[in-house]
Structure formats: structure tokens, C-alpha cells
């Protein structure tokens, strides 16, 4: 049985979290999936994007309940070996190759707010409801806080996170754990034009620039000056920045917007 829908259309992969009835909420075989479809984007050169969003009323409530009776009798060398199981589930996401647009509607509650955070850009419509519910269970946000860390404004998303407080896209979007709110049912019209602006670029370049950005916090000085000037060099004499150099120059479109 999938708990996913993988859909391709126009070199775009849609991913939709398919357990409408429990609001999408996540278990082990679910966490499994998601982990091992975004392992296999990696491989994917012909696709330019991924859209992750949720079926049903809301995009993800979390931890599924069931789960969650499970987890009260577990050893706590069960509890780490499935708390690594999420981890990887959010690095798989936020390590993927290509580019992640995260499309949220309805809640996104718990663990969810890790897949937003380890989407590279998210759109939520109006009237969604966020909330980083861990601590009002006795437990915390600790495998979330390192993909929410990297991506939030501090000041801004500590308080939501010590107070499991409920707050919209607005504070969410101050927050930096999404990049626009629009109104509800449009949001698939701004995925669109995100996907769109991805289009208008070369895909290896795209691809390279999100793996810097995802190495840059670990190198150090001497590891960037190398890492970048390296970069810009093979990027530079590789056919795609060859074509696309020459365009410019020749005013003309580059040949991966024909």
C-alpha cells in the first residue's frame, strides 16, 4: 500500500501525502516512502523541480496517532533508532538534487513543519493553521530543529517553538519558515509561477548551487575559497554555462527555454 500519489507532468515530479483521513499524518512506512522517493529524484536529471503538498483538507498533521500509541512502550534505543528514521526523512528532502517547492494548505502541525522547513521554497494559502505542538506533549521539536534552525529568523520562531502556540502564514512567513501567503485555493497558481522561474534556468546549475548552499555552514574559509573558485571555474567551461554565457552575449534565449 503507498501513502504517496508521485505524479510527473511538464519535467516536474508532484508529490502528494495521501492519508487524507488521518489528515496526512505520517507513520513509519509513510516516513519510509517519503525517504526513498526523494533518494530516487537524485537520479532524475530529466526533471527540473519537486512539489511536495498534501491531499485531502490539510497538508500534514504530524505524527500519526497510532504511531504515537506505539511510541509509549518503546525502549529508548527504539525511540532513537526511529527518531534517525525521521531525521532521514527530512535530509533526504532537503538534500534532494532538485529544487523542493513545498505547497501547505489546511495545518501543518508537529513534524510537519520539518518537511517545510527542508523544502527550499513554500507557499501557504490563507487559513492555514501552523503550530509546533511537541511540547505541549512533554516532548520537543528536536529532530525538526535542525532543518527549521537553518531555515528561520531565531527570534522569531523560538517563542512559536517553546510555546506550541497555533499562528497563520503570516507569522510564519515572518518567521522564515515560508516564503509567500496567498490566498486560499490559489496555491497551486503560485507554485506554477515559482516552477516557471526554475525553468529559466540551467538545471545543472540549479542543481550545483543547491548543493553549496547546502555544504556552505560545514566548509571552512579556506574550504569555501576553494569549493567556490572551483565552482565558478567548472561552471564556467561546462556546456551549459558555455550556452548560456553565449545567449547573453548574443542576446538570444539560452537553448533550455526553447
Known amino acids: 500500500m ?9 519535467l516536474v515530479a508532484y508529490v502528494k ?25 537524485n537520479h532524475r536529471h530529466d526533471l527540473r523541480a519537486v512539489v511536495l503538498q498534501g491531499e485531502g483538507k490539510s497538508f500534514c498533521a504530524g505524527a500519526d496517532l497510532n504511531w504515537m500509541k506505539e511510541m509509549v512502550n518503546f525502549t529508548f534505543h527504539q525511540n532513537r533508532e526511529d527518531s534517525l528514521k525521521l531525521f532521514m526523512m527530512f535530509e533526504a528532502i ?25 523544502c527550499d521554497e513554500v507557499v501557504a494559502e490563507e487559513g492555514t493553521q501552523f503550530c509546533f505542538s511537541e511540547v505541549k ?22 517563542p512559536l ?18 516564503n509567500e501567503v496567498v490566498p486560499a485555493g490559489e496555491g497551486h497558481t503560485a507554485v506554477q509561477k515559482i516552477i516557471h522561474n526554475y525553468k529559466q534556468c540551467g538545471s545543472e546549475a540549479v542543481r550545483e548551487t543547491k548543493k553549496l548552499l547546502n555544504d556552505i555552514d560545514r566548509l571552512s574559509w579556506e574550504q569555501l575559497r576553494d569549493r567556490t573558485s ?28 526553447n
Open 2 to 10: 503507498s501513502f504517496l500519489t508521485v505524479t510527473e507532468l511538464d
Open 17 to 41: 501525502l495521501n492519508r487524507p483521513d488521518v489528515r496526512n499524518a505520517f507513520n513509519p512506512e509513510m516516513i519510509h516512502e517519503i525517504t526513498q522517493t526523494f533518494h530516487s529524484f
Open 94 to 118: 532537503a538534500k534532494c538534487a532538485l529544487p523542493v517547492i513545498g505547497m501547505v494548505h489546511g495545518a501543518a502541525f508537529g513534524g510537519a513543519l520539518g518537511l517545510i522547513a527542508a
Open 137 to 158: 506533549l512533554g516532548i520537543a521539536p528536536a529532530v525538526i530543529s535542525a532543518f527549521v534552525a537553518r531555515k528561520t529568523v531565531p527570534g522569531k520562531v523560538r
Open 161 to 178: 517553538m517553546l510555546s506550541a502556540v497555533v499562528f497563520n502564514p503570516h507569522i510564519a512567513q515572518q518567521a522564515g519558515l515560508i
Open 230 to 257: 572551483t565552482l565558478i571555474a567548472e561552471r564556467r567551461a561546462s556546456s551549459e554555462g558555455q550556452e548560456g554565457l553565449k545567449a547573453f552575449l548574443e542576446k538570444r534565449e539560452p537553448s533550455w527555454r
